[in-house]
């Protein structure tokens, strides 16, 4: 069987620790989309780790770990974050994977992506410019290469056709770039990956699960980013949420087993996009101070508001969420009154459902507000020592979205859990 940890919301909300906690049940950990857009933070030993593309279990050198066909690769990241877990002691060469069929990023399609960015101008994603939507743009125009095709014999001709296309893109958009200036280091890092298992991961994945293997699938982003269920346009380009594990790994949907469903406290949401409970005063500027809400992939300061929870159900629908777990809850410590959303008011309407015209509706938030609390959280291990206060909060949470939380996150350390 498969089990599947993704994020209920806008991305960053913890899922890396998670992963990191989980991974010891687990015999693979593999990621089934995005690409280095993400960066999933981990922390233990008083270090801090950041991942980007390789699955949060690397850590632990008896888990097999897969980057999947559904994710997009970019080989001087890939290197640079091999090299990192080098330093730390663990040799990726181990216990890495690598789906032949995961989709290549090549210098020309972060061009892309900045140059398409540009011309967007106030409209634009806020796009992490990692190159990952004309990569996705490539995969499903047929035209992308794969990380098999560094294995050819013919892949710097396949290179250069695929440069050519973009040369032209690149020209329309009028941008300037320098592309001999990137080239030395992807063609060096490609070289650098041949060490590694490049596999057919459907057929390897399929065969340990059909062995009894415990296989944990890692999302990236979140629900409220996919591309067919989220804010679109503000959006990433993959699927985010569980459908996304069948098509991004190569295992049928009966075998998907739990979906530990991840949100924040609070919400948080970077790039642009409707984002219904943000706080422009104090109170936000206090959440991201508290909650160290700044990117760990692009270092941006996040957006923060209150926690949405018509968007929170929308996302444990799609998802089927069987766990759901509460990640930075102590973040939350020292507001005099924590408000959560339960409806929005569009044109005088009390609405809990997300409406088409979602980026464009005039919303306001409907909050339900509860009495704060100031103790400090992050030394607590069980749910009865947390104040009742954050209690009352929680349980009116559960009793919305109708699931109960598996698993309270109420400190970056692994050790900072509180299992129910
Ligand atoms: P892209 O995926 O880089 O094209 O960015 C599209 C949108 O998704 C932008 O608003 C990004 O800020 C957002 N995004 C992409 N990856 C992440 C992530 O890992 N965490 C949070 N937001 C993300």
Request: hydrophobic share 35%.
């Amino acid at each position: 069987m498969i089990d599947v940890v993704l994020g209920l919301q806008w991305g960053d909300e913890g899922k890396g620790k998670i992963v990191d906690v989980l991974t010891p049940q687990y015999d693979v950990v593999a990621r089934f989309q995005g690409g280095p857009n993400a960066g999933h933070s981990l922390e233990f030993n008083g270090q801090k780790h950041v991942l980007n593309t390789i699955p949060s279990g690397i850590f632990h050198q008896h888990t097999i770990n897969v980057i999947g066909n559904g994710v997009v690769i970019d080989p001087i990241t890939l290197k640079k974050e091999i090299e990192k877990v080098m330093a730390s002691g663990v040799d990726p060469r181990k216990n890495l994977y690598i789906s032949e069929k995961a989709h290549l990023i090549i210098p020309t399609h972060r061009l892309v992506d900045a140059a398409s960015e540009a011309q967007k101008g106030e409209h634009k994603i806020g796009s992490t410019l990692r190159g990952i939507s004309p990569t996705y743009q490539d995969k499903i125009g047929r035209s992308g290469l794969r990380i098999g095709d560094i294995l050819t014999p013919n892949f710097k001709e396949k290179y250069q056709t695929a440069v050519a296309n973009h040369k032209l893109l690149l020209d329309r958009f009028n941008h300037s770039y320098n592309l001999a200036e990137h080239e030395p280091a992807f063609f060096e890092a490609v070289e650098f990956l041949k060490q590694f298992k490049i596999i057919s991961s459907e057929y390897f994945i399929n065969k340990l699960i059909n062995e009894g293997k415990k296989v944990l699938a890692e999302g990236a982003q979140g629900t409220l980013l996919d591309i067919d269920f989220g804010t679109y346009p503000f959006v990433t380009s993959s699927n985010t949420i569980t459908g996304g594990v069948c098509s991004g790994l190569g295992v049928a949907p009966q075998k998907i087993n739990k979906v530990y469903g991840i949100f924040k406290a609070y919400c948080t949401r970077v790039g642009s996009g409707p984002f219904p409970t943000e706080l422009h005063d104090d109170t936000g500027e206090q959440l991201r101070k508290q909650g160290f809400e700044f990117g760990a992939t692009t270092g941006r300061p996040r957006r923060t508001g209150w926690l949405d929870l018509p968007t929170l159900k929308y996302a444990i629908m799609l998802n089927g969420v069987t766990d759901l777990i509460c990640t930075k809850s102590d973040v939350l410590s020292g507001f005099d009154v924590v408000p959560v959303c339960d409806a929005y008011d569009i044109n005088g309407a009390r609405v809990t459902e997300i409406p088409y015209n979602f980026n464009d509706a005039p919303i306001k938030p409907l909050f339900k507000e509860f009495k704060g609390w100031s103790e400090d959280l992050t030394g607590l291990r069980k749910f009865d020592e947390l104040p009742s206060n954050f209690k009352a909060y929680m349980e009116y949470v559960e009793e919305q979205v109708g699931l109960k939380m598996s698993v309270i996150s109420i400190g970056p350390d692994r050790e900072q859990t509180i299992v129910r």
